[in-house]
């Protein structure tokens, strides 16, 4: 699994060689609308997404230890 740190900021690859500038920019709209942050890089004559998301809210299951 690829990981980029931009800013300080862990982003992860979605798992996917895109062959075209088009393709990578298509699937950043579809995750920017999910509420995911996103870059692109371009690496050869491939383009790689990366994206992130904070958690808003985490949720705990069970009784705190005694």
Do not use: C, H, N
């Amino acid at each position: 699994m690829k990981v980029k740190v931009v800013e300080r900021k862990k982003f992860m690859w979605d798992g996917i060689e895109y062959a075209t500038e088009a393709e990578a920019k298509e699937a950043m709209l579809k995750y920017k609308s999910d509420g995911f942050e996103v870059i692109m890089e371009k690496e050869g004559d491939k383009f790689f997404v990366y994206t992130r998301r904070v958690a808003a809210q985490v949720v705990v299951e069970g009784s705190p230890p005694a």
